[in-house]
C-alpha cells in the first residue's frame, strides 16, 4: 500500500478553506500550471493538497462516446492531467474546448502506473472521484471564449513523459488489425472488454492504442487503408498508448469520396453534415455547435 502523505505548498500564503462548500476565488500567488501541481507528487506517496493552488486548463477528452469513464482531461501550455470525477453525461458539464478553474485544496495526487492523476483520496485503483455534488467546490468555469484546444503533431518515436494527457495526433498511419472490432469481447460475459490495439507508421515503428470496452463504438470494424487518428497520450506500465478523443479518426477505406471524419474538435467545418458514425452524433453535434467547435481545425502545425 502507498504511503499517504500531506503537504503544505510553501510558497502559497492562504488559508486552508477545504471545508467551505462552494468554490472559492483564490489569490494570484496560489496559481500553478499543471506541470507545475503535478511535479509536487513524488511517484512514491499520495499527497493530499492543503493550502490554495488553482490551476487553469481546457477540456481534451470527457465521457462523450464513452471513450472516458468518471474523468475528464485538462490541458494547459505547460501538460496535461486527468481529474477523476463521479458522474455520468460529463460532456455535458465539460464539453470539448471549455475552459476550467480547478481549486485544489483538500483534492489528492496520485500515482497509478507512473502517470499523477488529480481527485480525491486514492485507493489502490489510483485517484478517488470528486462527488458530483461538490463539483461547484472544486470547478470553476471562466467567462471566456471557448477555443480549439492546442494539438501537437507527432511520430511514434517523439512521444515522451511531456506528452502524458495532451492533445496529439499521428498522420499517415494505419491499423495492424485492420477489421477487426476495436474491442476484443469476453467469451463469458458477451461484453466488449478495454483492448490495445497497434497502429503502424509508414517505416513500420508501431504504437498503442487503447480503447475502453464501454467506448460506444467498440464493437465496430477498424478503418483500413492509412488515416488520421487524434486524440490524448495516456501511460500506465512503462508503456504509452494512445486514447482516441472525440472519435477523431480519418481514414479513407475505398475512396477519397469514402474517408469518414468522426470527431468532435477537428476538420473543415466539422464536416457536420457529412458524419456516418451511428454512436453519439446527435450529442456530439449539438455540443459542437453550442461551443462554435466546427469553426476551427483543431490542428496546430
Known amino acids: 500500500m502507498k504511503t499517504i502523505v500531506s503537504v503544505s505548498l510553501l510558497l502559497l500564503a492562504a488559508c ?38 488553482t490551476i487553469h486548463g481546457q477540456v481534451v477528452a470527457n465521457d462523450l462516446y464513452g471513450e472516458f469513464s ?8 505547460s501538460g496535461g492531467i486527468a481529474v477523476a470525477v463521479e458522474g455520468d453525461d460529463l460532456a455535458d458539464r465539460f ?15 496520485a500515482d497509478y502506473g507512473g502517470k499523477v492523476g488529480l481527485g480525491t483520496e486514492p485507493d489502490e485503483y489510483g485517484s478517488g472521484t470528486i462527488p458530483q455534488e461538490e463539483i461547484e467546490r472544486y470547478f470553476s468555469f471562466p467567462e471566456t471564449a471557448v477555443e480549439t484546444p492546442r494539438t501537437t503533431r507527432l511520430a511514434f518515436e517523439e512521444v515522451g513523459s511531456l506528452h502524458i494527457d495532451t492533445r496529439v ?19 463469458e460475459t458477451g461484453r466488449t472488454v478495454t483492448t490495445e490495439r497497434e497502429i503502424m507508421d509508414a517505416n ?31 501511460y500506465f506500465g512503462g508503456k504509452y498508448a494512445l486514447r482516441v478523443t472525440f472519435r477523431e479518426v480519418v481514414f479513407s477505406d475505398e475512396t477519397a469520396a469514402t474517408a469518414r471524419y468522426q470527431g468532435g474538435g477537428f476538420g473543415e467545418d466539422g464536416d457536420k453534415d ?7 452524433r446527435d450529442k456530439e453535434a449539438d455540443l459542437g455547435e453550442k461551443n462554435g467547435l466546427f469553426r476551427a481545425s483543431g490542428w496546430d502545425r
Open 70 to 77: 468518471r474523468e475528464i482531461i485538462l490541458q494547459d501550455d
Open 274 to 280: 457529412g458524419h456516418t458514425g451511428s454512436h453519439g
Open 95 to 109: 464539453p470539448f474546448g471549455m475552459p476550467v478553474e480547478v481549486r485544489c485544496n483538500g483534492l489528492w495526487l
Open 169 to 187: 495526433r499521428f498522420e499517415g498511419v494505419r491499423f495492424v488489425e485492420a477489421g477487426k472490432p476495436w474491442c476484443d469481447t469476453d467469451p
Open 16 to 53: 486552508n478553506t477545504a471545508t467551505e462548500p462552494e468554490f472559492q476565488e483564490t489569490p494570484q500567488a496560489s496559481q500553478l500550471s499543471i506541470a507545475g501541481l503535478k511535479a509536487l507528487c513524488d511517484g512514491r506517496s499520495a499527497l493530499r493538497i492543503s493550502q490554495d493552488a
Open 204 to 234: 513500420g515503428a508501431r504504437f498503442l492504442v487503447r480503447t475502453l470496452g464501454n467506448c460506444d463504438y467498440a464493437e465496430e470494424p477498424l478503418p483500413s487503408r492509412s488515416g488520421i487518428l487524434g486524440g490524448v497520450i495516456d
